[in-house]
């Protein structure tokens, strides 16, 4: 049976974390695990108004990642998820502690709720980056017409994108893989997918069979 591992893909909204999970999960033996944007009922507030929605829906994102979590220990072999929770609150979160959209006091009950459940659970074996120019996560957005994203404003992309330089640049608890997402078609170029097949392998060696 494959060793128990656990790839974690990260990346601003729009950097291609999906598709780069659905590449790993047709080319290798890996079971995915999605990121839940689509069943969290507040989401679509929170876009039209982050001040009121910001701690709600941050707070779902927490748990059902913490769920998520609790999954992926509890399943064997090699598994890709999109989207960790520690972005949930390095990232999102304090951008919207930053931008004053969640209160101190909100802030705090959050964070201990972070602090419990990272205390619980083990962090990924390999971190997979996803950078990418703001100038394409735009374009990436409005190619695929998600509503509620269309209207987030440049700069709480450029915040976020900000955060993720200075959050991977001091992240230790695994080893780090960054692509240039805008730069590396791993769905469509052969080349481009062998070197990425090729950086990930050499990263977990005796780990990943191809189907």
């Known amino acids: ?14 950097a291609g974390k999906t ?44 748990s059902n990642k913490f769920r998520i979590h609790q999954q992926v220990d509890n399943t064997d072999g090699v598994v890709v998820q999109d989207r960790t929770i520690f972005e949930d609150v390095e990232i999102f979160a304090t951008a919207l502690h930053q931008m004053k959209q ?9 964070h201990d709720f972070y602090q419990s459940i990272t205390a619980s659970i083990r962090p990924p074996d390999l971190m997979i980056y996803l950078k990418c120019s703001i100038r394409t996560i735009r374009k990436r957005i409005k190619i695929r017409g998600r ?3 269309q209207g987030i404003p440049l700069s709480y992309l ?15 608890m695994s080893k780090v893989l960054v692509i240039d ?12 997918r062998l070197d990425v097949m090729q950086q990930i392998e050499e990263l977990l060696p ?4 191809r189907t």
């Open 102 to 110: 969640i209160s101190e006091r909100d802030w705090k009950t959050y």
């Open 147 to 149: 509503q509620m994203e």
């Open 181 to 192: 997402s805008g730069k590396l078609d791993y769905m469509c170029d052969f080349v481009d």
């Open 206 to 209: 005796k780990t990943l069979k």
């Open 19 to 62: 598709s780069l999970v659905d590449f790993l999960t047709s080319t290798y033996n890996i079971t995915p695990f999605y990121e839940p944007n689509d069943k969290n009922p507040y989401l679509e507030d929170f876009y039209k108004d982050m001040k009121r929605w910001s701690f709600h829906s941050q707070l779902y994102f927490l």
């Open 158 to 172: 450029k915040r976020l994108d900000k955060l993720y330089e200075n959050w991977i640049s001091n992240y230790t």
């Open 1 to 14: 049976m494959t060793s128990k591992r656990v790839i974690a893909i990260a990346g601003n909204i729009g």
